[in-house]
């Protein structure tokens, strides 16, 4: 497939863990204490690969060509509402939908990069925040007919959907692919372990995996090497004669059609949009999966947006007599001050402990994750220099 | 005519906010060079100052009045703030009442001191790392921010009113000799202006006219030749950052009767000061109060029922709209320098 050994390997780990996640991401039996840290249902496993996928198009742009591009959001907002869209209007299959999504995610970032990509540095940041924060005012106001403003959009049984027939009274429309309904999920119980296989599952992880190989392509073909000479010295790659501008363009579109795609597949996955996805924390999340997990690198954004999303959801669930019954067996006094101690950074506190482990990782990790697990490889192999295999996942090609 | 005077009006207590967030913001770029999104978290602290001066003001414990009864019969529980017991009911009332304008007494120190914490414990640290890890790092420091005034005071609004001789509003109609009633302005609103005028004035004559103020202009025009000189411009720059960062405060602290403050109205302005700076031109001062007064009046100018009707909400994207066009045709910004921030 044109890949290295070193990279075809990390495609496949990364093809097997998305083939395996319904059981890697629920290894607690059910009814146990431990089973609210399973991930393994399909709303979070969707979640989990579509926003993979957002951040390994932000990486594209912010990774390697060093611009920091504060509206991402808004391209993953207008594929969401093409998407539903076209499931509104031709079908509720949602092949046409994500196709329509990354085209019209593609020309609005191709607007809005031509536009701010005369500037750079803190402009550029400054400029893509104010398009997106336009985009997300005139959604929620001026184009409420075109995006539902407040109440957002969501397929109604009114709707016309051309190419589909007629639905028999009382049904609702549902998201399918030719036939294949996306909430279709199968359960397996084995022994206590409940695994599910959702069908919207699949087909995101199939998206995510080809996601994935374009940017393995992207990164080691001479058009990647031209946005990392951007990213060094971009003044140095003008003196050389080189316009970099179609380069830089270029990466934006390319990013913004993910963040497209990725939009697309939130609709196919769960038929409702509403512009509050398009807001500027909506963008500054996708930095803080791309930084987490480790800018620049190829598996750094899909460990960060899993980190972030897989994190997001079981803190929060945490509550206060959770933790009471984890220090259960400490003394009371002790017990309280402790449940004291940790709740602020539990349940609705998430953002909280966000925000710390973010500016622990710009602080102490620039290179997120990745150089992490890297620099407790090296220090594994300074040790024990005869056991230099150092885990595939932690320390990918880069 | 009138109705142009009151949108300018309308314009001014929003631009006086703009403008304080974006001097400080200037402040801090122009001096250490660092681009700091925890801005906005400072003009949210300083709201919140307002909020806690006025729940300790009115801290108060409860004392049986034998002369009323409750429902049941009982002698009456009242609360009575322990001001009463030090001041007297009149006197203490009075200052509760007053609690907001107290409150800049009271912010002051405790922004300065935030100021000087931020810069000491983190951003020190960051001047010589990428303009993006700065944006990153601060945005996460106003993540933090953000969510533990949160936990502290709730997600709902706090409303935090003036003190009553304020609460009216004040005839401007009559006074420029239109119809009576043309032009309402609430009193409060005109204290803000004047206040934000009065801060503005004060950061510039400080820089303008005391030997202090020198300095630092000098730092800012060539920091590496002051440092020559044998003069200490880092510890005047983190002395600077707090005076931005009590700027930002006081800023909040006014704005509370406007706007009851919540723990997210420091993001809400942040990105709309970032816009200011960077029309009034990165790290130019006058540019940024110059922007944030005439962004704010033009937003409001862009409400106007006329100019909707016929552009439909362009009131909430003109000041994007304006800064985009800007950003285009004059790189600099309204008023920037040569040579800042230019790559």
Not at chain 1, 30 to 42: H, I, L, V
Not at chain 2, 137 to 162: C, D, M, R, S, W
Not at chain 2, 259 to 283: A, E, I, K, R, T
Request: neutral net charge.
């Amino acid at each position: 497939m044109g890949l290295t050994k070193k990279d075809f390997t990390l495609l496949i780990i990364v093809a097997v863990l998305c083939l395996f996640a319904p059981f890697i991401l629920n290894p607690f039996p059910e009814g146990s204490a431990m089973a609210q840290f399973n991930a393994g249902y399909p709303d979070l496993m969707q979640r989990l690969v579509i926003f993979g996928i957002f951040a390994i198009g932000f990486n594209i742009l912010f990774g390697l060509t060093g611009y920091l591009s504060f509206g991402h959001a808004a391209f993953l907002g207008v594929g969401s509402y093409a998407a539903i869209w076209m499931m509104k209007l031709l079908t509720m299959n949602v092949i046409p939908a994500i196709i329509v999504s990354v085209a019209v995610a593609g020309l609005f970032s191709l607007l809005v990069g031509w536009i701010s990509l005369r500037r750079s540095g803190i402009y550029f940041s400054i400029l893509t925040l104010a398009f997106a924060q336009m985009s997300y005012s005139l959604a929620y106001s001026v184009l409420t007919p075109i995006t539902g403003g407040e109440t957002g959009l969501q397929p109604k049984y009114t709707d016309p959907r051309i190419l589909d027939g007629d639905l028999p009274p009382g049904e609702t429309p549902r998201a399918n692919l030719f036939g294949l309904d996306m909430k279709d999920s199968t359960q397996i119980t084995m022994g206590d372990w409940v695994f599910t296989f959702n069908a919207g599952y699949y087909v995101a992880a199939v998206v995510m995996l080809v996601a994935f190989y374009v940017s393995i392509r992207i990164f080691r073909s001479p058009f990647g090497m031209m946005l990392r000479a951007v990213k060094s010295n971009q003044q140095r790659l003008n003196y050389t004669g080189l316009n970099s501008k179609p380069y830089t363009l270029a990466a934006f579109v390319i990013s913004g059609m993910y963040a497209g795609l990725a939009g697309g597949l939130l609709v196919a996955m769960d038929t409702q949009v509403g512009a509050e996805r398009m807001f500027w924390t909506a963008s500054g999340e996708v930095v803080l999966m791309t930084i987490l997990g480790g800018a620049g690198t190829l598996i750094g954004p899909v460990l960060g947006a899993g980190f972030i999303k897989y994190f997001e959801n079981i803190i929060s669930k945490i509550n206060e007599s959770i933790l009471h019954q984890w220090f259960a067996f400490m003394p009371d006094g002790i017990e309280d001050f402790l449940v004291s101690m940790v709740y602020p950074f539990i349940g609705k506190g998430w953002h909280l402990t966000l925000g710390i482990v973010f500016m622990l990782v710009v602080i102490f990790l620039p290179g997120g994750l990745v150089e992490g697990g890297q620099r407790v490889a090296r220090l594994f192999k300074r040790r024990k220099p005869s056991s230099d295999k150092p885990d595939g996942k932690t320390t990918p090609a880069e | 005519m009138d109705a142009i005077i009151l949108q300018i009006l309308n314009g001014l207590d929003k631009g006086s906010a703009y403008a304080l967030i974006a001097l400080g913001l200037t402040l801090i770029f122009g001096t250490l060079g660092v681009v700091n999104f925890a801005h906005g978290a400072l003009f949210m602290i300083g709201a919140f100052c307002a909020v806690t001066l006025s729940r300790i003001l009115t801290l108060s414990h409860e004392v049986v009045d034998e002369t009323r009864t409750d429902f049941l019969g009982n002698p009456l529980k009242v609360d009575v703030p322990y001001l009463y017991d030090i001041f007297g009911q009149t006197t203490g009332d009075a200052i509760i009442d007053w609690a907001v304008p107290i409150s800049i007494l009271f912010a002051i120190p405790v922004m300065v001191f935030i100021g000087f914490a931020m810069e000491r414990g983190l951003i020190k640290h960051f001047y010589k790392r990428p303009h993006a890890d700065q944006i990153l790092v601060t945005f996460g420091l106003a993540i933090v921010l953000q969510e533990i005034i949160k936990y502290f005071y709730g997600a709902n609004p706090i409303p935090t009113p003036a003190p009553s001789a304020f609460t009216g509003s004040f005839d401007f109609g009559a006074m420029l000799g239109f119809d009576p009633g043309s032009i309402i302005y609430p009193y409060w609103r005109i204290i803000y202006f004047m206040f934000a005028a009065v801060i503005i004035g004060a950061v510039f004559a400080f820089l303008q006219f005391t030997t202090f103020g020198m300095v630092v202009r000098a730092g800012m025009a060539d920091r590496e030749t002051v440092g020559l000189l044998g003069i200490n411009i880092d510890k005047r720059f983190t002395i600077m950052f707090g005076i931005a960062a009590a700027v930002a405060g006081l800023a909040g602290v006014m704005y509370t009767p406007i706007n009851s403050p919540n723990y997210h109205m420091g993001m809400d302005f942040l990105v709309l000061s970032f816009v200011v700076v960077v029309v009034g031109g990165m790290g130019s001062l006058p540019g940024a109060v110059l922007a944030g007064f005439l962004l704010g009046i033009l937003e409001s100018f862009a409400s106007m029922a006329i100019v909707l009707e016929t552009l439909p909400g362009i009131n909430q994207i003109i000041i994007y709209l304006v800064a985009i066009i800007i950003l285009l045709t004059r790189p600099r910004g309204l008023m920037g320098r040569k040579g800042v921030m230019e790559d």
